[in-house]
């Protein structure tokens, strides 16, 4: 499974921005897919996930209600909507995905495949 994130780019807090994470190569048939975020210094941190129905999702406190992630399986697509962006949001933004069921992974060792990153920057 490849993934491929896009949408990264700079923007004034409290703006919005789009990602979207493109899956190909060997579909995950039923895999959750995940968000997660790694700013400069920092170990990367879990931002939001999606079942494969879209059905469940599950968000880091500190982007409950700002951040909205969905999914479009006929074009094997993910996104995260961010809105109300912070300075502290800025990162390098990841898409992973796991093999399973549960929502509720939130450590990255916990995800098989990974994209390669797409740099987010909100400016104050």
């Known amino acids: 499974v490849q993934l491929q994130a896009s949408g990264g780019g700079l923007v004034q807090a409290g703006g919005s921005l789009r990602l979207s994470c493109a899956a190909s190569?060997?579909?995950?048939?039923?895999?959750?897919m995940g968000w997660f975020r790694q700013a400069p210094g920092k170990e990367r941190e879990f931002v939001a996930s999606i079942s494969w129905s879209g059905g469940r999702t599950y968000y880091a406190d500190s982007v409950k209600g700002r951040f909205a992630v969905s999914r479009d399986n006929a074009k094997n697509t993910v996104y995260l909507q961010m809105n109300s962006l912070k300075p502290e949001d800025t990162a390098v933004f990841y898409c992973?995905?796991?093999?399973?069921?549960?929502?509720?992974?939130?450590?990255?060792?916990?995800?098989?495949?990974w994209g390669q990153g797409t740099l987010v920057t909100v400016s104050s």
């Open positions: 992973a995905a796991r093999t399973g069921t549960s929502v509720g992974v939130t450590t990255p060792r916990g995800y098989d495949y």
């Open positions: 190569g060997r579909t995950c048939g039923s895999c959750v």
